[in-house]
């Protein structure tokens, strides 16, 4: 069974730094897209930025550009969400991805909270 | 924010028949497949229709979905209390270069 485990979410004052990521298993992990995806307490969901298999294509959202770097180790089957000069909005559960060639998500993580507050 | 148009909530009495819009535009919907994602208190979402109306293996086939120009639909029938949750819809934007998720519906069994 298609695993995906998020691990590196805590509380983070604004401006800091936090790494968060995802560790896939059962599936060959070099062979597909990944792509991180956000929520707000409350709130709907965001996507963040998305990589190819290769590590080669990156795409981000503009909330986040800049900011933030996705980066994958596939030698080590796991993806990565640096995350720099965070701010009180980026206050949220963080969720990492699989797609599926024409779309995104069909399998997803539990999700890793990520509170920036001082 | 969000890019793509749902209603806010939306409810029915166990057996009915619920639809759920999407609006988004011609460098979204217009262009390209659109996903829909239930999302159970509590939980990650889980992928419910992919490709417009394709059902993943295990997703009942109460479940469907339909697009139409730069709008697309979910059709839950035959409502059951199970599908008391969020759903949200999402493509791809080719104007943004990225996924474009709809702001999120609520349903609730009466």
């Known amino acids: 069974q298609v695993q995906l485990v998020e691990s590196g979410g805590g509380v983070v004052q604004p401006g800091r730094s936090l790494r968060l990521s995802c560790a896939a298993s059962e599936f060959t992990f070099s062979s597909f897209t990944m792509h991180w995806v956000r929520q707000a307490p409350g709130k709907g969901l965001e996507w963040v930025a998305f990589?190819?298999?290769?590590?080669?294509?990156?795409y981000y959202g503009d909330s986040v550009r800049g900011r933030f770097t996705i980066s994958r180790d596939n030698s080590k089957n796991t993806l990565y969400l640096q995350m720099n000069s965070l701010r009180p909005e980026d206050t949220a559960v963080y969720y990492c991805a699989r797609d599926y060639g024409s779309g995104m998500g069909d399998y997803w993580g539990q999700g890793t909270l990520v509170t920036v507050s001082s | 924010q969000s890019v793509l148009t749902q209603p806010p909530s939306a409810s029915g009495t166990p057996g009915q028949r619920v639809t759920i819009s999407c609006s988004g535009s011609s460098s979204n919907i217009g262009s390209n497949t659109v996903s829909w994602y239930q999302q159970l208190p509590g939980t990650a979402p889980k992928l419910l229709i992919y490709?417009?109306?394709q059902r993943p293996s295990g997703v009942p086939d109460r479940f469907s979905g339909s697009k139409s120009g730069t709008s697309a639909s979910l059709a839950i029938s035959g409502l059951q209390s199970e599908d008391e949750a969020d759903y949200h819809c999402a493509a791809w934007d080719d104007r943004l270069n990225g996924y474009v998720f709809g702001t999120g519906t609520e349903v609730t069994v009466l």
């Open positions: 490709r417009n109306n």
């Open positions: 990589i190819s298999y290769d590590g080669n294509t990156k």
